[in-house]
């Protein structure tokens, strides 16, 4: 029982926020090629535009140069660190309401229970900033003229179109994907930590054990989200009133058109960022954390 275990929800929340910041300049080209494996049409009796990840790589670079790969991402930097930093700050909630004493260890169960209670409140900003982010990651320079000058031209069209109905389609499909990932992701994080700190460490901070307990909580949130993800974007990009009952709508097509296979669609970018996105975020989010503890010791 020590100090370590003290949680400060207002510290996670900038700390979680810095943490965004250095996950968005590592992980965004991957999320890129995500996005458009996942939403690129398939023509019966075409070769797809893209037959892989590389392939999807070469081509963007050839046709848009290196700036394709960072296509949307205006959208991201000024969203993702607030996401990160409510996350963080849910997670450190959840972490305190299940604490009987400050310095009080959590389960593994009590853990993923928090970062499962993180994504109720990231869903409700991220949902319509993924919608315009995947508009924007799938608009490409080869096939005329752009539709969407920039994101917030792409929320006035969507609101135009649809009101804010249409801004926040894919909040439920978001959901689907993120409480489950959340918790996972953090409490793969904390017991990674847990098991890879040797006891006489005094709490001194590890950047190789941070970096490799970020990145597998990486890999964890991701092999549980794909899927959903999958659906999600297929949701956020389809034209207005493609699938009228939402995420069901995607699943029943999706299975019926292209296989349980399409479910992983673009995993192989996903699970290339995963691992260095989180590292640099949970690198990110540890040091600041040091820095809050120094600066303001009692908060
Ligand atoms: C979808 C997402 O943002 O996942 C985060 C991990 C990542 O790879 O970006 C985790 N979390 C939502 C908990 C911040």
Redesign the pocket.
Known sequence: MGEANKVSPIKNFFAGGFGGVC?IFV?HPFDTLKVRLQTMPIIPGQAPLYSGTWDCLTKTIKHEGFRGLYKGMAAPITGVAP??AI?FLGFGIGKKLQQSHPNERLTLLQLFNAGAF??IG?TIIMAPGERIKCLLQVQQASTGPAKYAGPIDCIRQLYKQGGIRSIYRGTGATLLR?VP??GV?FMTYEWLQVALTPENSDGKLSPLRTMFAGGMA?IA??II?IPPDVLKSRLQTAPEGTYPNGVRDVFKVLMREEGVRALYKGAVPVFLR?FP??AVCFLGFEMALKFLNWLAPSL
């Open positions: 996950t992980g996401i990160f996350s993180s994504a990231t993120d990932a959340s992701y990486g949130n991701w989200a995963a996105a989180n």
